[in-house]
């Protein structure tokens, strides 16, 4: 069973930074993509970031580019969403998601990813 765990949320004043990083256990013997999505109330889950299994691919959404930046250790199963220069708007829960189907790819649609973590706050003051 594939689980992905999520941390490094938290509060923190416009313009700040974070870090958010994402375990993935189970499986792992075996190659797979991850993104990172997130999602207000009441909102769709909105794309943010994906990195390929080997790093050489990445993407990013359009509001982000510039300031976030994906990476990976696979040594230590981790994903990391490095977040600068953050806004009011980037406040919401953020998630990780497994793509083991497309695993040379840094897919952008949730509907491409098989497994999710559970969420972590992010909350920007200003």
């Known amino acids: 069973q594939v689980q992905l765990v999520e941390s490094g949320g938290g509060l923190v004043q416009a313009g700040g930074s974070l870090r958010l990083s994402c375990v993935v256990s189970?499986?792992?013997?075996?190659?797979?993509?991850v993104g990172w999505f997130r999602q207000a109330p009441g909102k769709e889950r909105d794309f943010v970031a994906s990195?390929?299994?080997?790093?050489?691919?990445?993407s990013y959404a359009d509001s982000v580019k510039g300031r976030f930046t994906i990476s990976r250790d696979n040594a230590k199963n981790t994903v990391y969403l490095q977040m600068n220069s953050l806004k009011p708007e980037d406040t919401t829960v953020y998630y990780c998601?497994?793509?083991?189907?497309?695993?040379?790819?840094?897919?952008?649609?949730?509907?491409?990813?098989?497994?999710w973590g559970q969420g972590t706050q992010v909350t920007v003051s200003s």
């Open positions: 998601a497994a793509d083991f189907r497309h695993p040379r790819a840094a897919g952008t649609s949730k509907y491409e990813y098989d497994y």
């Open positions: 189970g499986r792992t013997f075996t190659i797979y993509s």
């Open positions: 990195i390929s299994w080997n790093g050489g691919i990445t």
